[in-house]
Every structure is written in structure tokens, then in C-alpha cells.
């Protein structure tokens, strides 16, 4: 069975630091799909990130970026420069191939906060 | 492009009474699922709906269940409330039923069992 896990419940940086949330994940899978969640106040789960298991090139998106490296079993997210708008809580997710059948896993979440 | 919607927002029902939730996808995705976020237990995934059929239901007891309509939209119904029903309920649709494809969630049901 799929397992996924974020050791870090709470992290507290001050603004304009460099912060890291871990995700290490467990699959039998060959094929399968990871993603970062984030979950501000009001309660949406945003979007950020897929990856399949085939791609470990590390990606960047402005001051966002993930580090994928399947030796480890990992795909941690990186907030460069942080801000308080980043403050949320941040969810690693794995998706198994086959249909969606059983929908995602997720880990349970970091909660980044980011003082002024 | 509008987003996935849900509806209501709160809903406060007592024990034994029975909750409906309603969700509709981002126009053109035929798949639902829904989730339950409750207090310490994270978020787990309760049903999956493709066009028109319940795909899979995670580990639930059958008093949650639900369908989706001709219009993809989708309802859940929890039968029997109990106090640990108390929980936030996450939609998301996905364009298709593949394993892996992106999930975008609606702003979810806070539903509170007194």
C-alpha cells in the first residue's frame, strides 16, 4: 500500500528566509504521480505541482522549486525568499497509476508558518 | 473558468440526521472525488465518481455514499450521523479517470454534528 510522509508538522521562519518541507513517500508502484497541495485559512486545497515517476528533472517556479530524487524516495518543496502569504498548510500527495482508483494519499501536511 | 463549487459551506446537523453535500466540477471534467478532512486524522479519500458510476470508495462505511448526476455535478449523503462525522468535505474534479491525473479541489463543506 502507498504511504506518504511529512515528518515536519510545523516549521516557523521568519520572512525573506529559505525554507524546506520534506515529503518521502512509499510505492510497489513503477508508475505513479506526486503533488504538493497547499491549503491557506480558508480551507482550499490549491494546486502547486505533478510529477511522474519517470521525470526527476527539478522544477522551479519563481521562487518555488522541488526536488524529486526516487533513490531517496523523496520530493521535498523549497520556498526561497519566503513571504507571509506563504503561510499555509503545505500537503505532498501520491497517486498510483491505474485509473484513479484509489484517489490520492496524502501525507499530514506541514504547517509553514512565516512571521513578519 | 470557474472553479469546483460546493454547496453549502456550513451545515450543522445533529447525531442521526442525515447530511447532503453537493459538488460541481470544473466545466468538461467528468470525474468527482470526495474527501474527508476531520481533526487529527488528515485527509482521507472517500469516493471517486466517473461518469456516472461510483469507481471506488475508500474505507468508509456504506452509510456514506452518493452519486453523480448526467451533469457531472455530484452529491454525498451521510446517513446516520455520528459526532466524529465532524469533519471538513473536499470535492475535486479531474479530467479524466486516469491514475495520476491533477485533481483541483472546491472550497469544501464544513460539517458540524452536534
Known amino acids: 500500500a502507498q504511504k506518504v510522509t511529512q515528518a515536519q508538522t510545523e516549521i516557523s521562519v521568519v520572512e525573506k528566509e529559505d525554507v524546506t518541507l520534506d515529503c518521502v513517500y512509499e510505492?510497489?508502484?513503477?508508475?505513479?504521480?506526486l503533488f504538493w497541495y497547499k491549503q491557506p485559512p480558508s480551507g482550499e486545497l490549491v494546486f502547486l505541482i505533478r510529477?511522474?515517476?519517470?521525470?526527476?528533472q527539478n522544477e522551479i517556479s519563481g521562487r518555488y522549486s522541488w526536488n524529486f530524487q526516487k533513490s531517496t524516495s523523496s520530493f521535498n518543496f523549497t520556498i526561497t525568499a519566503s513571504q507571509v502569504v506563504d503561510s499555509a498548510v503545505y500537503f505532498c500527495?501520491?497517486?498510483?497509476?491505474?485509473?484513479?482508483?484509489?484517489?490520492?494519499?496524502f501525507g499530514k501536511g506541514t504547517h509553514l508558518i512565516i512571521q513578519p | 473558468e470557474a472553479g469546483v463549487t460546493q454547496s453549502p459551506t456550513h451545515l450543522i446537523k445533529t447525531r442521526g440526521q442525515q447530511a447532503t453535500l453537493r459538488c460541481s466540477p470544473i466545466?468538461?471534467?467528468?470525474?468527482v472525488y470526495w474527501y474527508q478532512q476531520a481533526l487529527g486524522l488528515g485527509l482521507q479519500f472517500l469516493l471517486w465518481?466517473?461518469?456516472?458510476?461510483?469507481?471506488n470508495r475508500g474505507n468508509f462505511p456504506p452509510r456514506f455514499s452518493g452519486r453523480q448526476f448526467p451533469n457531472y455535478s455530484s452529491e454525498l449523503n451521510v446517513n446516520a450521523l455520528e459526532l466524529e462525522d465532524s469533519a471538513l468535505y473536499l470535492c475535486?474534479?479531474?479530467?479524466?479517470?486516469?491514475?495520476?491525473?491533477?485533481?483541483?479541489f472546491g472550497p469544501g463543506t464544513r460539517l458540524t454534528v452536534l
Open positions: 475535486a474534479s479531474s479530467l479524466e479517470r486516469q491514475g495520476g491525473d491533477t485533481q483541483y
Open positions: 510505492t510497489r508502484d513503477t508508475t505513479y504521480y
Open positions: 510529477r511522474n515517476s519517470f521525470d526527476e
Open positions: 500527495a501520491l497517486s498510483e497509476s491505474g485509473g484513479g482508483a484509489d484517489g490520492l494519499t
Open positions: 466545466s468538461g471534467h467528468t470525474s
Open positions: 465518481y466517473d461518469e456516472g458510476e461510483e469507481r
